[in-house]
């Protein structure tokens, strides 16, 4: 079998893509073969086409909506694309298709491409954002942070409110992180006590157990006078998440849906609608907001707003990507965010 590519200078890197009589190098990728089954096998790099960019990735973020494909429902397709599932990457530039203007080979990026389980990835310039010298050395899987940032916009939380943060999973603790450096009084809502212990020490003033509805209510009752909360983040992607968080809305409160409901749900209209609350669902579709939130993340995570790395518990090798997954769906103790590195 053969080795890993040699690394390359940025002479070396710039022609790769016009050195057409090069013979194919080869990287690893990651396949998943099955439910719950991943190989990593060895295929061609790819070769960045017009207004492309190709990185060599240092690391990639694993993400809970992986966890679908991995449980392998009926609509799921094996094996996968070499790569596919991974679109939290991040890494340098090693070669440029025509046309690309503003990133050069040895460019540090965060990227939005979507086979980012592998040794390279390739995708549109307008998908990667630049990573300055501050970072260098950080992972920064820029996806999720940028998520992180675009519910934070649609949140419209001033100094002093009370918030809600139902859910202190990655996400969900990066909003408490966003939410008190706006200025807002936090309390969290989680299932596990490693998570209660993580949103205190990200900011919020109190952490209540999930699994009891009635407790965590009656005690945001007792917090606010009885006023609960004018906004309320549901970060679980669960019914037991989303009635909790509504309930926990105040009267012209906001609840806003971070979490993705792809299951069936059922809401308590009448709830919702006798205390006149606005309800957001905040995810977004447009690969440029996406890429628009990564670039405000940089800018937070240098000012200091937004403090990622104490959340990314887990390392693994990409040989070891089947472990990240099954932790990321066991949630075991003292886990919350696994990052696979090249
Ligand atoms: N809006 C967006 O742009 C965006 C971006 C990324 C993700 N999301 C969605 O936001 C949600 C959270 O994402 P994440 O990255 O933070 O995932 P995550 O780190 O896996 O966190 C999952 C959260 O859900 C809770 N949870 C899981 N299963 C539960 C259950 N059966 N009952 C109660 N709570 C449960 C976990 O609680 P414990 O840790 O306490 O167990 C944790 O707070 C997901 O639905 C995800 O798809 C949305
Ligand atoms: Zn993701």
Redo the contacts with the bound molecule.
């Keep these: 079998m053969e080795g890993p590519p040699e690394p390359m200078n940025t002479q070396d890197a710039r022609q790769v893509s016009r050195d057409r009589s090069s013979p194919v190098r080869t990287m690893r990728a990651a396949v998943l073969t099955g439910a719950g089954r991943v190989r990593v096998d060895r295929v061609p790099v790819p070769e960045p086409k017009t207004g492309e960019v190709r990185v060599r990735l240092e690391g990639c973020g694993v993400?809970?909506?992986n966890l679908g494909p991995w449980a392998g429902p009926d609509w799921m397709r094996f094996p996968t694309r070499p790569g596919d599932l991974g679109h939290e990457g991040w890494g340098v530039v090693d070669a440029v298709g025509e046309g690309v203007g503003t990133l050069k080979p040895g460019d540090r990026v965060a990227t939005l491409f979507y086979d980012s389980y592998a040794e390279y990835d390739v995708g549109p310039e307008s998908l990667a954002v630049k990573l300055p010298s501050g970072l260098d050395g950080k992972a920064f899987p820029g996806?999720?942070l940028g998520?992180?940032i675009?519910?934070m916009r649609r949140s419209d939380i001033r100094p002093g409110q009370t918030v809600a943060i139902?859910?202190?999973?990655?996400?969900?603790?990066?909003l408490i992180q966003l939410a008190r450096q706006a200025g807002a009084r936090v309390i969290a809502v989680?299932?596990?006590g490693?998570?209660?212990d993580m949103a205190r020490r990200n900011g919020a003033e109190m952490a209540l157990p999930?699994d009891d509805e009635g407790s965590a209510l009656r005690a945001v009752e007792r917090l606010t006078a009885g006023r609960l909360c004018e906004r309320v983040f549901e970060?679980?992607?669960?019914q037991?998440?989303l009635d909790l968080a509504a309930s926990l809305a105040a009267v012209r409160g906001r609840l806003i849906?971070?979490?993705?409901?792809q299951d069936a749900r059922q809401v308590d209209m009448q709830q919702w609608n006798w205390r006149g609350i606005d309800v957001i669902n905040?995810?977004?579709r447009d690969p440029a907001i996406y890429v628009r939130g990564m670039a405000e993340a940089i800018d937070a995570v240098l000012a200091g707003g937004l403090r990622p790395e104490p959340l990314f518990t887990h390392r693994f090798p990409l040989e070891r990507l089947g472990e990240a997954l099954d932790a990321?769906r066991d949630?075991p103790d003292g886990f919350?965010?696994a990052l696979v590195t090249m």
Excluded: D, I, M, W
């Design positions: 993400c809970a909506s996806e999720p998520c992180a675009n519910v139902v859910g202190a999973g990655f996400l969900g603790l990066l989680s299932r596990r490693f998570a209660r999930l970060v679980t992607g669960k037991v998440g849906v971070a979490g993705y409901h905040a995810h977004e990321t949630r919350l965010k």
